[in-house]
């Protein structure tokens, strides 16, 4: 069988055994899938720094019916990413960004998820230092919308009663989304978000990362989105990568409480 050719992104990269590599990549034509690449370690591998977290290539995998780990037979980087090693926002964002993506995609192809993704580093890369932080928040909520379930920002969760756009409405991470305050008041939510936070979580959907945020707001927004994924993500296991992002977060410009 010849092997696969497609568009690939590194998201996970583990070193096995003296020589190797297991990586998980994204790709455009087989999801998302691990691979070994043998011999990549060695001083004089035909890989090189090809396969460096978060870089972007053309894979060859050479792929066995009813195995989980395929052989990545070469990889062309088209884009290396160096720069999301630059700053520890960065890097953590990017890193909370792949391990969503290792969570929920595995194995079927998801061409518009690729698009998204690929993008995403991109935006996170490209902002300006202030911007990262919300740079890699507008990211992800990209994605999680990419992948079906964004939050209720409009209408109450829970009776379905239109929510004016001024003001703080109360955010229900379990339901997905804001809730009126008729229902606010039978079962008050977790968290509540002011006008300007819903705003910003809208605009972020719609792809706008350009307003920075102080240092307080971006640990509520990340914080806010954790709590979300993980109430629907349904597993149940903590996201360490969120938990580094949420705890290292140093950016500056209203936010969630």
Partial sequence: MPPLVTEALVLHVLDYRE???????????????????RGARRP???FGPALDLFAQGTAQLVTLPNRDLHTLAAFEVSRSRGGLAGRWSRFTAASALAELVLRVAEGEP??????????????IE????AAASSAGLAAVWRVVNELGFSPALDACVRCEDAIPPEGTAGFDAALGGVVCAACDRLVPARRRL???????????????????????????????????LQAHLGDHRPLR??????RGSLDIGTGAT
């Fill in 19 to 37: 020589t190797s590599r297991i990586l998980r990549l994204a790709t455009r034509e087989a999801g998302v899938c691990s691979v070994i690449a």
């Fill in 44 to 46: 004089k591998s035909r």
């Fill in 110 to 123: 998801h061409v518009g998820l690729y698009e998204e993704l690929r993008m995403a580093f991109d935006r």
């Fill in 126 to 129: 490209d902002a300006p230092d």
């Fill in 194 to 228: 002011p006008a300007s936070a819903r705003q910003a979580l809208a605009r972020w959907i719609e792809g706008d990362a350009a307003t920075p945020l102080d240092a307080a707001s971006t640990r509520a927004h990340q914080r806010l989105l954790r709590e979300f």
């Fill in 241 to 246: 990568a969120f938990e580094v992002w949420e």
